[in-house]
C-alpha cells in the first residue's frame, strides 16, 4: 500500500493569497508580472479553483521569495494498493 499525494487547491489559494498580501502585491501588480489580459487566472487560484501551471508556479515562487512547496499543500490522504 503507498499513499498518492493530492494537492488541496482551497489552501494552495489561500496561500497564493496570504502571500501576495506579504510581499504587498495588488492582483494587478501580478497580473502585470505574467502579462495577462485579464486577472481571472489569479482570482481562480486565490479562490481555490484553478491552479497555476508549472512555470507560473516557479514564476510566483520566485516573486514571492519562497519555495514552490511553500505555496503548494498536498496531503496524503488516496491510499492504493501496490
Same mark, same amino acid.
Not at 45 to 62: F, K, M, R, S, Y
Given at each position: 500500500?503507498? +499513499? ?26 501580478? /497580473? ?7 486577472? /481571472? ?5 486565490? +479562490? ?18 519562497? +519555495? ?15
Amino acid at each position: 500500500m503507498f +499513499h498518492i499525494p493530492t494537492i488541496d487547491m482551497e489552501k494552495t489559494g489561500e496561500n497564493i493569497l496570504r502571500l501576495r498580501k506579504n510581499v504587498g502585491m495588488s492582483v494587478r501588480d501580478l /497580473q502585470d508580472v505574467f502579462g495577462f489580459a485579464t486577472p /481571472q487566472a489569479i482570482y481562480k487560484w486565490q +479562490h481555490g479553483t484553478a491552479l497555476p501551471t508549472i512555470d507560473n508556479l516557479v514564476v510566483l515562487a520566485a516573486v514571492f521569495e519562497v +519555495h514552490v512547496d511553500d505555496i503548494l499543500v498536498v496531503e496524503n490522504e488516496q491510499k492504493l494498493a501496490g
